[in-house]
């Protein structure tokens, strides 16, 4: 007997809504829900086949703890002792910095994830914090800190009502978007075409989304923010800019008007590889939409002038008064946002509070450059201690950062590390412990970090599909008593972590005046939270407090978990609707649209207008199929066309005498690396392409599909010095390498290797 049940898909940001087929307690099938209020019944590849995901045999199902060398299964008991007898030494001796903690992706796609590391950081008391913010979007983050005094108020793109989109350095249709949380992206820009709207693509690439657009350019790597800052240049000089109703709301244009003077469409064309009538024109088309966006993504974050193009993406937006009006780009306001303050001056956004050890990295956002754990772990300095144990929670960085090598090596070299992972892989293989959480089936949902990038305000949750798996223990109270553990309350009941969140939480609110609850008893309110389990109580309170909740019978209409949970396809919370001033935490309660610490990283992007690169440039992609390093496991999503080639293009390839198929070796400042060439027009010239999170050919791990077919680690090509200087994001893209055909003789000599060694076996 089958059953369906649904499920918010965690597989990336879009988060459909989809229907699982279930017999017994196996996820068999998965479909679009079509009453989904937001997805409408969308579905990918990859949400296709959230059963195999889910079933994948190599998943962990106890936890592993390190005896003898070796890890082996044991029980929970054993491997949360392990914990404690493994971090509490750490920090009273060293110190609370001694103990790194490292979060990855699937913390924003789980519960847990957004519920609990905070607690566990505030608990630990640690600087050493890495994640992937880092070798992602933190540029954003450190852009829209300084514009809105939060680094947390990105706008989004209003796909839904657009005229004109302008798209940089992303590509929705392989990876269903992000920072714009949106379930068929596709679909959305296709609809934007046939209502007559235009869509420009900025790419080296001409990827699949680059092939729906009205433009294309191909621009050359890591020179978006010159693009950017000649569009700006000419709004000023055409007088194109109109801020419209944003006027009140901004300072500093005039100021801007002076920093852009040097970056003419004349200046950055060489650069860009661009024509100036091209920069003109767009900028022209950006000013004449009715509405317009600006929205751009990795190609733009992960290169070395990532804060400045972000900066300059809202700028844009800004300058031609497309910022917070519909059809623009607009903050969204989600249904677990916290209850919104009244409009005025705020605290602003610090950077570079502390410094990395070694490097001596400015911190951003609380946190260090994913790029430098390395060398945080393996440096002894006399400023202090290196970091001596380490908390990693779904996080693979011996593939996703900077030279996979030095961190293997610094990984085992940890007085102790405990990995919060569902697989024995490059990265967990060298914990003391491993704490697998269970499969998405057997975890409820809620999008806590993506509904604050959705392109419509709505609000789903889910509970479990599938019962927990006897012997398993659902990934919240993993973290829960990892934080017990780590923080010298080991053996204390997890509810107590959910419960003191509440506590602090309630007594918060109840002392704000804005606040609904104000005045109100925190312990009376506590009591009226509903839900199973702490998480539940977590939302719940969340849900009530936020700008749709009930206010604990304030608004009796409003959101509770119980209405969430009486409406399974979600609730639809309308469109995008314009918020300003209200997210502004800025010191002058205004968009400060020339903070000092982008002025100041200006000068660096002037002299990037002689820059260019010598030879080949590498930048990465990916694939539909796939998602960062940890999907290759299954068979259903590997294989095609998804597989770890290096895109070149013919004229390059004809002029290093690299042939289609025949295997190509890349060296960078990091290493070397070899991989198959796949020749293609795709890729503009001087551009090499590699995508991420292969390299599956380490020993000791459990990926048995993925390393039939490994592929190698892009980024071992890199040694972690390449680095924004103002948000420590990683330089993943625009890398210089070099590039030439593993010839015959190298060949030859690799196979009499192999026959040598072979020969007194035979
Ligand atoms: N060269 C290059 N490098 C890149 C990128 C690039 O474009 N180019 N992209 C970067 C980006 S954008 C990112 S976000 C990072 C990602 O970097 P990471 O977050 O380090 O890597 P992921 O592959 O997303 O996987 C993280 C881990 O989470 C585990 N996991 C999966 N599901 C769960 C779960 O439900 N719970 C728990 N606890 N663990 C789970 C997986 O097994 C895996 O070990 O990589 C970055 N690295
Ligand atoms: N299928 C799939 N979906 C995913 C993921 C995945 O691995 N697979 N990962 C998820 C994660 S963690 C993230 S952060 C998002 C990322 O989502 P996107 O940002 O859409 O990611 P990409 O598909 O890597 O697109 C980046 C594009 O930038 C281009 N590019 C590279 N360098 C430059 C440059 O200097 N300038 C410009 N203008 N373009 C450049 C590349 O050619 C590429 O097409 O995707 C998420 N969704
Ligand atoms: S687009 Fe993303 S959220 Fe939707 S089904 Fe595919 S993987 Fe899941
Ligand atoms: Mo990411």
């Known amino acids: 007997m089958s059953r369906t049940a649904l499920r918010i898909c965690p597989l990336c940001e879009a988060t459909c809504g ?55 299964e044991a029980t929970w008991q054993e491997a949360f002792d392990a914990v404690a007898a493994g971090i509490r030494p750490a920090v009273e001796r060293y110190g609370a910095n001694s103990v790194g903690v490292v979060l990855g992706n699937p913390n924003v796609h789980t519960m847990a994830g957004a519920l609990y590391p905070p607690v566990l950081l505030a608990g630990l008391g640690t600087r050493s914090l890495f994640t992937a ?11 829209s800190g300084l514009l809105y005094g939060d680094a947390l108020a990105i706008p989004v793109p209003d796909l839904d009502h657009t005229d004109h989109l302008l798209l940089i350095g992303a590509n929705p249709l392989e990876s269903n978007g992000s920072l714009c949380t949106a379930p068929d992206f596709p679909g959305k820009l296709k609809a934007l075409k046939a209502r007559g709207g235009t869509l420009t693509v900025i790419d080296p690439r001409r990827t699949r989304t680059a092939k729906l657009a009205d433009r294309h350019l191909a621009i050359r790597p890591g020179t978006d923010a010159l693009l950017l800052a000649a569009m700006t240049y000419v709004l000023f000089e055409e007088e194109l800019v109109d801020l419209g109703g944003l006027t009140p709301h901004v300072q500093g244009v005039e100021e801007l008007r002076d920093a852009v003077r040097h970056f003419t469409p004349e200046a950055v064309t060489a650069a860009c590889d661009i024509d100036a009538d091209v920069i003109r024109a767009l900028a022209r088309e950006l000013a004449a939409a009715p509405t317009a966006a600006v929205y751009a993504r990795i190609g733009s974050c992960t290169v070395s002038h990532g804060t400045l193009a972000s900066w300059l993406v809202d700028v844009l937006n800004i300058l031609t008064g497309n910022l917070d009006r519909p059809g623009g780009a607009l903050f969204p306001q989600s249904a677990t946002d916290k209850t919104p303050r009244p409009a005025g001056p705020g605290r602003g956004f610090q950077l570079a509070r502390w410094h990395s050890r070694v490097s001596e990295h400015p911190e951003a956002k609380g946190e260090l450059p994913l790029s430098a754990l390395a060398e945080e772990i393996d440096t002894a300095t006399p400023e202090g201690e290196p970091i001596r144990a380490l908390i990693a929670i779904a996080a693979n960085p011996v593939l996703s950062a900077p030279d996979g090598d030095r961190l293997d090596k610094a990984l085992d070299s940890l007085d102790f590390m405990v990995s919060v992972d569902p697989y024995l892989n490059e990265t967990s293989r060298h914990a003391h412990v491993v704490l697998p959480p269970p499969p ?17 305000n709505q609000v789903r949750y889910t509970r479990a599909a599938v019962p927990l798996e006897p012997g398993r223990m659902s990934e919240s109270e993993i973290l829960a008593r990892l934080t017990l553990a780590a923080t010298g309350m080991h053996g204390a009941d997890p509810a107590a972590v959910d419960a003191l969140v509440v506590q602090q939480t309630l007594g918060k609110a109840v002392k704000e005046p804005h606040s609904p609850v104000h005045g109100r008893d925190p312990e009376e309110l506590a009591e009226q939270l509903t839900g199973e389990n702490g998480p539940e109580r977590r939302l719940d309170m969340m849900l009530r407090l936020g700008p749709y909740g009930d206010g604990f019978g304030v608004r009796p209409d409003g959101l509770t978990l119980e209405k969430v949970l009486a409406h399974p396809h979600g609730i639809d919370l309308g469109p995008l609707r314009p918020r300003l001033p209200q997210p502004l935490k800025t010191p002058s309660g205004k968009i400060e649209l020339l903070p000092q610490p982008i002025a100041d990283d200006l000068p660096r992007l002037t002299r990037a207008l002689d820059e260019r690169p010598d030879g080949l440039v590498l930048i990465g992609r990916r694939h539909l199929r796939s998602n960062n390093s940890w999907m290759h496991n299954v068979p259903a999503l590997t294989g095609g066309t998804n597989r770890c080639t290096l895109h070149i293009h013919p004229a390059d390839a004809e002029r290093l005498g690299v042939r289609d198929g025949a295997p190509v070796r890349l060296k960078g400042a990091g290493g070397e690396v070899t991989a198959p060439a796949e020749v293609t027009d795709g890729v503009r010239q001087g551009v090499v392409s590699l995508p991420h999170g292969w390299g599956h050919n380490r020993p000791g791990t459990r990926l048995g599909h993925a390393s039939t077919d490994p592929g190698v680690n892009v980024n071992q090509l890199l040694d972690g010095s390449l680095l924004d200087p103002l948000s420590g994001n990683a330089v993943l893209n625009g890398v210089p390498v070099e590039i030439s055909p593993v010839t015959e003789a190298v060949t030859e000599a690799v196979s009499e290797a192999v026959t040598e060694k072979l020969t007194p076996l035979t």
């Open 133 to 143: 913010s880092t070798v992602d979007q933190m540029p954003k983050h450190v852009s």
């Open 18 to 72: 989809l229907t699982l087929t279930i017999e017994g307690t196996r996820v068999t099938g998965a479909r679009g829900d079509r009453d989904d209020v937001f997805s409408e019944g969308f579905i990918c590849p990859k949400g296709a086949s959230f059963g195999a995901v889910d079933g994948d045999p190599d998943r962990l199902r106890t936890p592993l703890v390190r005896k003898d060398g070796e890890l082996r």
């Open 440 to 456: 998405p089936s057997q975890s409820a949902h809620y999008d806590f970090a993506f509904n604050t990038f959705a392109v419509r």
